[in-house]
């Protein structure tokens, strides 16, 4: 099956900086959406982004479908953005499954 | 209007127990998938519905899990028998059109099971 792996791992941040995060999946995708998990566990959709650039306010994504990767940019970070942040895919078949595949995360922590 | 809600928020169960965790998805979407999230990993798949049927079950881990959605919209995840393994967050989202472009997830909060 597709496999998804994000980097960094971990990553820590001033208030104030940019980052860029990295999610590189193995197989050709039709879409791909970047989530982020907040500390009380919760899962917010920030972009559904299959090819291109989206921005929203300080975040912006970018996805190279061709190249197989998206990076999550996140500028003038601040302590809300703390949490966890998930890149996802679909994988489909001719008998209708359309499920999702989360990479592993990368944990953000923004120090004031 | 409303998220997808899921209930309980929490439960704790002993070994042994059964265990039902509902999930009331956004009105009108079809697709509702169930996924289920252990500490400092990403959510691993459980369940895709389309509609009323499963259409992927693929990633229920054994026969002592089962889920339903009898009217196509409301969702319950049975587990049987339930071991310390099972403890995890069990999360539920749902799509209006899953293979259509600009339809993306909504996730609930989440059921955090334990189990003693």
């Known amino acids: 099956g597709i496999q998804v792996e994000q980097s960094p791992p971990d990553l820590i941040l001033q208030e104030g900086a940019n980052s860029t995060l990295r999610c590189n999946f193995s197989d050709s995708v039709n879409n791909l959406q970047w989530f982020h998990q907040n500390p009380w566990g919760q899962l917010i959709n920030l972009f559904y982004i299959p090819s291109g650039t989206k921005q929203n306010g300080r975040l912006s994504a970018t996805t190279v479908a061709t190249e197989r990767y998206s990076l999550l940019y996140i500028s003038s970070s601040q302590t809300t953005d703390s949490g966890v942040y998930f890149c996802a895919v679909p994988t489909y078949s001719w008998s209708g499954t359309y499920k999702y595949i989360f990479g592993t995360g990368t944990r953000l922590k923004v120090l004031a | 209007g409303a998220g997808v809600s899921q209930t309980p928020s929490n439960k704790v169960t002993e070994k042994g127990k059964y265990v039902e965790l509902r999930c009331d998805p956004i009105s009108g979407h079809t697709a509702l998938y169930w996924y289920r999230q252990s500490l400092g990993q990403g959510p691993e798949f459980l369940i895709y519905?389309?509609?009323?049927?499963?259409?992927?079950d693929s990633g229920l881990p054994n026969d002592r899990f089962f889920a339903v959605r009898p009217e196509g919209s409301v969702s319950t995840l049975k587990i049987q028998r339930t071991e310390r393994g099972d403890s995890a967050v069990y999360l539920c989202a749902s799509s209006s059109r899953p293979r259509d472009s600009n339809s993306p997830l909504h996730f609930g909060n989440g059921t955090r099971l334990t189990v003693t």
């Open positions: 519905f389309q509609g009323t049927g499963a259409a992927d």
